[in-house]
């Protein structure tokens, strides 16, 4: 039999409780090993694991130092979800390769800021997915396992929050719209 490792609603949108259901009976039938869903801020979380039998294993979310989401991450803790990041790297937004406090940060334990920025995710229970096509990138996105960021180092990351995602707007109906425009029926 043929197994799926995860799987994921990628936008609540529409009936996602029946689609979560769905899942759900694929993943009693033993088809999928873990389920889970993508782009769910707080009040849709928790609106979630309190309607379905099976809590999401996964919350992929975006997760970087201009977008911290720590509400977000206290509800995941709270109901068991792993935190799972996309774009960690905020797409490149905001000079975060050459930002002075990543890359200070960085000289310290002569690792880029994007190892920086990977460590702090991974310190604060994220799990990443750094995404690059460059072999020497991919090496030191994985090189982040021999050091750790101190309390200090966390907290001078904390002011970098800008309180609202750069890349997309889930709360736009123009968003919305779109995406149900894209939504295969």
Not at 59 to 71: A, G, K, S
Request: glycine share 6%; hydrophobic share 40%; charged share 25%.
């Amino acid at each position: 039999m043929t197994q799926a490792d995860l799987y994921l609603i990628h936008q609540p949108m529409g009936d996602y409780i029946g689609a979560y259901r769905a899942m759900e009976e694929l993943y009693k039938e033993g088809l999928i090993r873990a389920i889970g869903v993508c782009n769910c801020y707080p009040h849709i979380l928790a609106d979630i694991c309190e309607t379905v039998e099976v809590t999401p294993a996964v919350n992929q979310v975006e997760l970087h130092p201009f977008f911290q989401q720590p509400e977000a991450l206290d509800l995941m803790r709270e109901y068991e979800v792993v935190p799972e990041a996309w774009g960690p790297f905020a797409e490149g937004k905001h000079g975060i390769f050459t930002n002075p406090v990543l890359t200070e940060i960085g000289e310290k334990y002569g690792k880029s800021a994007a190892q920086v920025v990977l460590r702090w995710n991974v310190q604060r229970g994220v799990v990443v997915i750094p995404k690059s096509v460059h072999k020497e990138r991919m090496e030191q996105n994985m090189d982040i396992w021999n050091f750790s960021l101190t309390e200090e180092e966390m907290a001078k990351i904390v002011p970098l929050d800008l309180g609202h995602s750069e890349i997309v707007n889930h709360f736009d109906p123009n968003f919305v719209r779109m995406l149900h425009g894209r939504m295969m029926r």
